[in-house]
């Protein structure tokens, strides 16, 4: 029966050693997250900073704000996750401070006993009486090896109490350190809403100047998604292309994917196995468009669609690849603006907005080499790469790809 307690005792403790391991885990990647997210709070002021507000920006200026917005309430979602996680983790020290307190209990109870019975042996007979009166040479040193171990068990057991002191002492310090840490978390919570608080209110003031030219503004979507169809339109051919001239001298001439040298395909498979895991087009920014169809951020009767994502980021930033490949084409766009398409097997990317190229038709590059300066758009400020990536014709969503994106 006492084997069966002990066995449930060890079993319980490495449980809530294992939770308590796993909570810090949590803890950390929470932590890591909330830090990322201040940076990039801090990188969008910045950025935002350097915005020429005029009339005819206004839906920039909202979006903006939205995106600040935006990036404050996942940090403070961040943030009331990490206190939850730090209570869950108070709570767990603390039990293992009550289990520490019982073993110290039951050690120091033990100890006295050991003591109290020492003393009684001592006083009835002295140890070398006990050996002397030994009937048998055997039976002495048997009696000698016994009080050899008593001797080092007192002494095991007075170690084991100095221990569990400090063990209680440790996790009683990290208990307070925690205390404090939740409380600053929920300090930062609190001005933090204060902050969006009033940002919210400018983002009325600047909806409400919205609503009541609504119709410019669609105007001015249906103008700006008119011309983003345009240019995906060149791009897609320019792919389709391509495509017919890898099939040109196989049996695959109507196909709309790629044939594929033995070289091709080891690269794709190598691409294809570093998704979600691929830099980042630009060394620093942030989306500032998502994929897919979407209700326009600002005036929600809009409706958008984006086949990539478009990332601001700051004047005079270079777009770089995202893994090696060969430059399928550079294209002259709209506005004597450029776009790069690299070729990595079967999948391509697309670099658009580009104010110069560093690279031609044909070139060889590697993982996030430079391949040109990003369009900064001189009337509202703003730096803005469109970053799309494909397998042959079929457009798929970067965020699945890059890195944290």
């Known amino acids: 029966m006492q084997f069966k307690f002990k066995s449930i005792f060890l079993v319980s403790a490495l449980l809530l050693s294992a939770t308590m391991l796993s909570q810090n885990k ?15 709070i801090v990188y969008i002021n910045a950025l935002l900073s350097n915005t020429k ?31 939850s996680e730090l209570g869950n983790e ?89 205390k404090k840490q939740k409380q600053e978390l929920l300090t930062k919570k ?19 100047k919205v609503k009541n030219k609504e119709n410019k503004y669609k ?36 196909s709309a994917t790629f044939t594929l040298t033995a070289e091709a395909k080891e690269l794709a498979t190598k691409f294809t196995a570093n998704k979600g895991q691929l830099p980042w087009p630009v060394e620093k920014g942030y989306v500032s468009t998502y994929y897919g169809k979407q209700p326009h951020p600002i005036v929600k009767t809009a409706t958008i669609q984006s086949n990539g994502v478009r990332i601001t980021t700051d004047t005079g930033s270079k777009a770089r690849a995202v893994f090696e490949g ?38 060889k590059v590697k993982t996030k080499e430079e391949i040109g300066t990003i369009f900064t758009d001189k009337i509202t400020g703003k730096t803005i790469l469109g970053f799309v990536l494909s397998r042959n014709v079929k457009t798929e969503n970067p965020a699945s790809w890059i890195y944290k994106m």
């Open 219 to 254: 105007r001015q979507i249906r103008q700006f998604q008119k011309e983003e169809r345009k240019i995906e339109a060149q791009i897609e051919k320019i792919i389709r292309d391509a495509i017919a001239a890898s099939n040109k001298n196989t049996s695959n001439t109507t």
């Open 53 to 83: 507000r005029t009339e005819n920006n206004l839906l920039i200026d909202v979006k903006d704000l939205n995106d600040k917005i935006s990036k404050r309430e996942e940090l403070i979602s961040i943030i009331s996750n990490e206190t």
């Open 90 to 178: 108070i709570y767990l020290n603390q039990l293992e401070i009550n289990k520490n307190e019982r073993d110290l209990e039951a050690l120091k109870k033990d100890y006295a006993t050991m003591i109290y019975k020492s003393y009684k042996s001592k006083s009835q007979n002295s140890r070398i009486m006990f050996l002397l009166s030994s009937e048998t040479f055997y039976q002495g040193y048997k009696r000698f090896q016994y009080m050899k171990q008593y001797s080092s068990f007192r002494k095991n057991q007075g170690e084991e109490i100095q221990k569990k002191i400090l063990e209680i002492q440790e996790l009683t310090d990290a208990l307070v350190l925690k």
């Open 26 to 40: 949590k803890q950390e990647g929470l932590e890591a997250r909330r830090a990322q997210i201040q940076k990039d």
């Open 326 to 363: 060969t430059v399928l084409s550079v294209q002259v766009m709209g506005g004597n603006l450029k776009a790069v398409l690299i070729q990595h097997g079967d999948y391509i990317t697309v670099y658009k907005n580009l104010e110069s190229v560093f690279v031609n038709t044909g070139d």
């Open 190 to 208: 609190q001005q933090e809403q204060i902050v969006i608080q009033k940002e919210k209110k400018e983002q009325e003031g600047l909806l409400s």
